[in-house]
């Protein structure tokens, strides 16, 4: 299973990462000790504060390979420390998002409609802060921080070579929810206008008058592989997942389409938003 990228049950962080994360914090806490160094002292020598060292150690807070490096310096680990650096990249990431970003790298194509939230790949990084900080039950502030990064990292499919198809589209009562704030909605819309100029991207409005619309079953998406294969990943209340059967499969990519075909175009999707914003 993989989770979802719209809505707020979309990670859990019951993984293998997590407790990869606290077994390098506490290999760093045992260094330092060994070397008869306080907290303060390691934050000081390796140019971080008191706290972030206090996180890393605690688990709390995943530490850059530079931090790492120079903790390995400081505390004379002879590379031990460094040497973590591996684990922690693999580890930065809940699993099931290391697994959605595996398969959008594998896609030469990818659909998708958001129908209660701005689609993950098109979030700024203010507007997912946003979502997760409303979700209840509510995270730990470090795991926030995570999964943010996590989303964000996952964009990196817009810079790919040769690039993907992508195509979205949105409800309009997604761009019209002021999550995070007026200022949080108005960077949103903006980016939506940025991305939306991109040759090998395509977004769509879903104008609430509109009298058909294929989508009320929830948002979802369709990806086109390299090896051939077409996989649809379906997203509902807690429970989202990868669909492989080829009869599900072309059920959702039939209603995709369906969803395009009833949408704005995408030049009258830009003038649509470009519109929200000056109203916003």
Avoid: C
Avoid at 234 to 261: A, C, F, H, K
């Amino acid at each position: 299973m993989i989770d979802g990228t719209e809505e707020d049950h979309e990670f859990g962080l019951e993984d293998d990462s997590g407790a990869v994360i606290a077994a390098v914090g506490r290999q760093i806490k045992l260094w330092r000790e060994e070397a008869g160094l306080r907290a303060a002292e390691l934050g000081s020598i390796i140019g971080y504060s008191e706290n972030l060292v206090f996180k890393v150690e605690g688990g709390r807070r995943i530490p850059k390979p530079e931090f790492l490096d120079k903790t390995d310096d400081a505390v004379g680990a002879n590379g031990k420390i460094s040497a973590m650096k591996k684990d922690v990249e693999e580890a930065r990431y809940p699993r099931k998002v290391r697994d959605l970003a595996k398969l959008e790298a594998e896609a030469i194509e990818l659909g998708a409609y958001a129908g209660v939230v701005i689609h993950g790949l098109l979030q700024t990084e203010e507007y997912a802060r946003a979502l997760y900080a409303q979700r209840r039950p509510a995270y730990a502030e470090g795991d926030i921080e995570r999964l943010v990064a996590a989303r964000m990292a996952r964009q990196v499919v817009f810079d790919r070579r040769p690039a993907p198809l992508l195509t979205f589209v949105q409800e309009e009562a997604t761009l019209r929810r002021r999550t995070g704030g007026r200022m949080v909605l108005r960077r949103q819309l903006e980016h939506l206008l940025e991305m939306s100029q991109l040759r090998h991207v395509e977004i769509q409005v879903m104008p609430m008058e509109a009298e058909e619309h294929a989508g009320l079953g929830g948002s979802h998406r369709v990806l086109k592989l390299k090896d051939g294969k077409t996989v649809g990943h379906n997203e509902v209340q807690l429970i989202s997942g990868l669909i492989t059967d080829p009869r599900q499969v072309q059920i959702l990519e039939m209603r995709y389409n369906l969803i395009r075909s009833q949408a704005l175009t995408p030049r009258l999707s830009r003038e649509f938003i470009e519109k929200l914003l000056g109203e916003t």
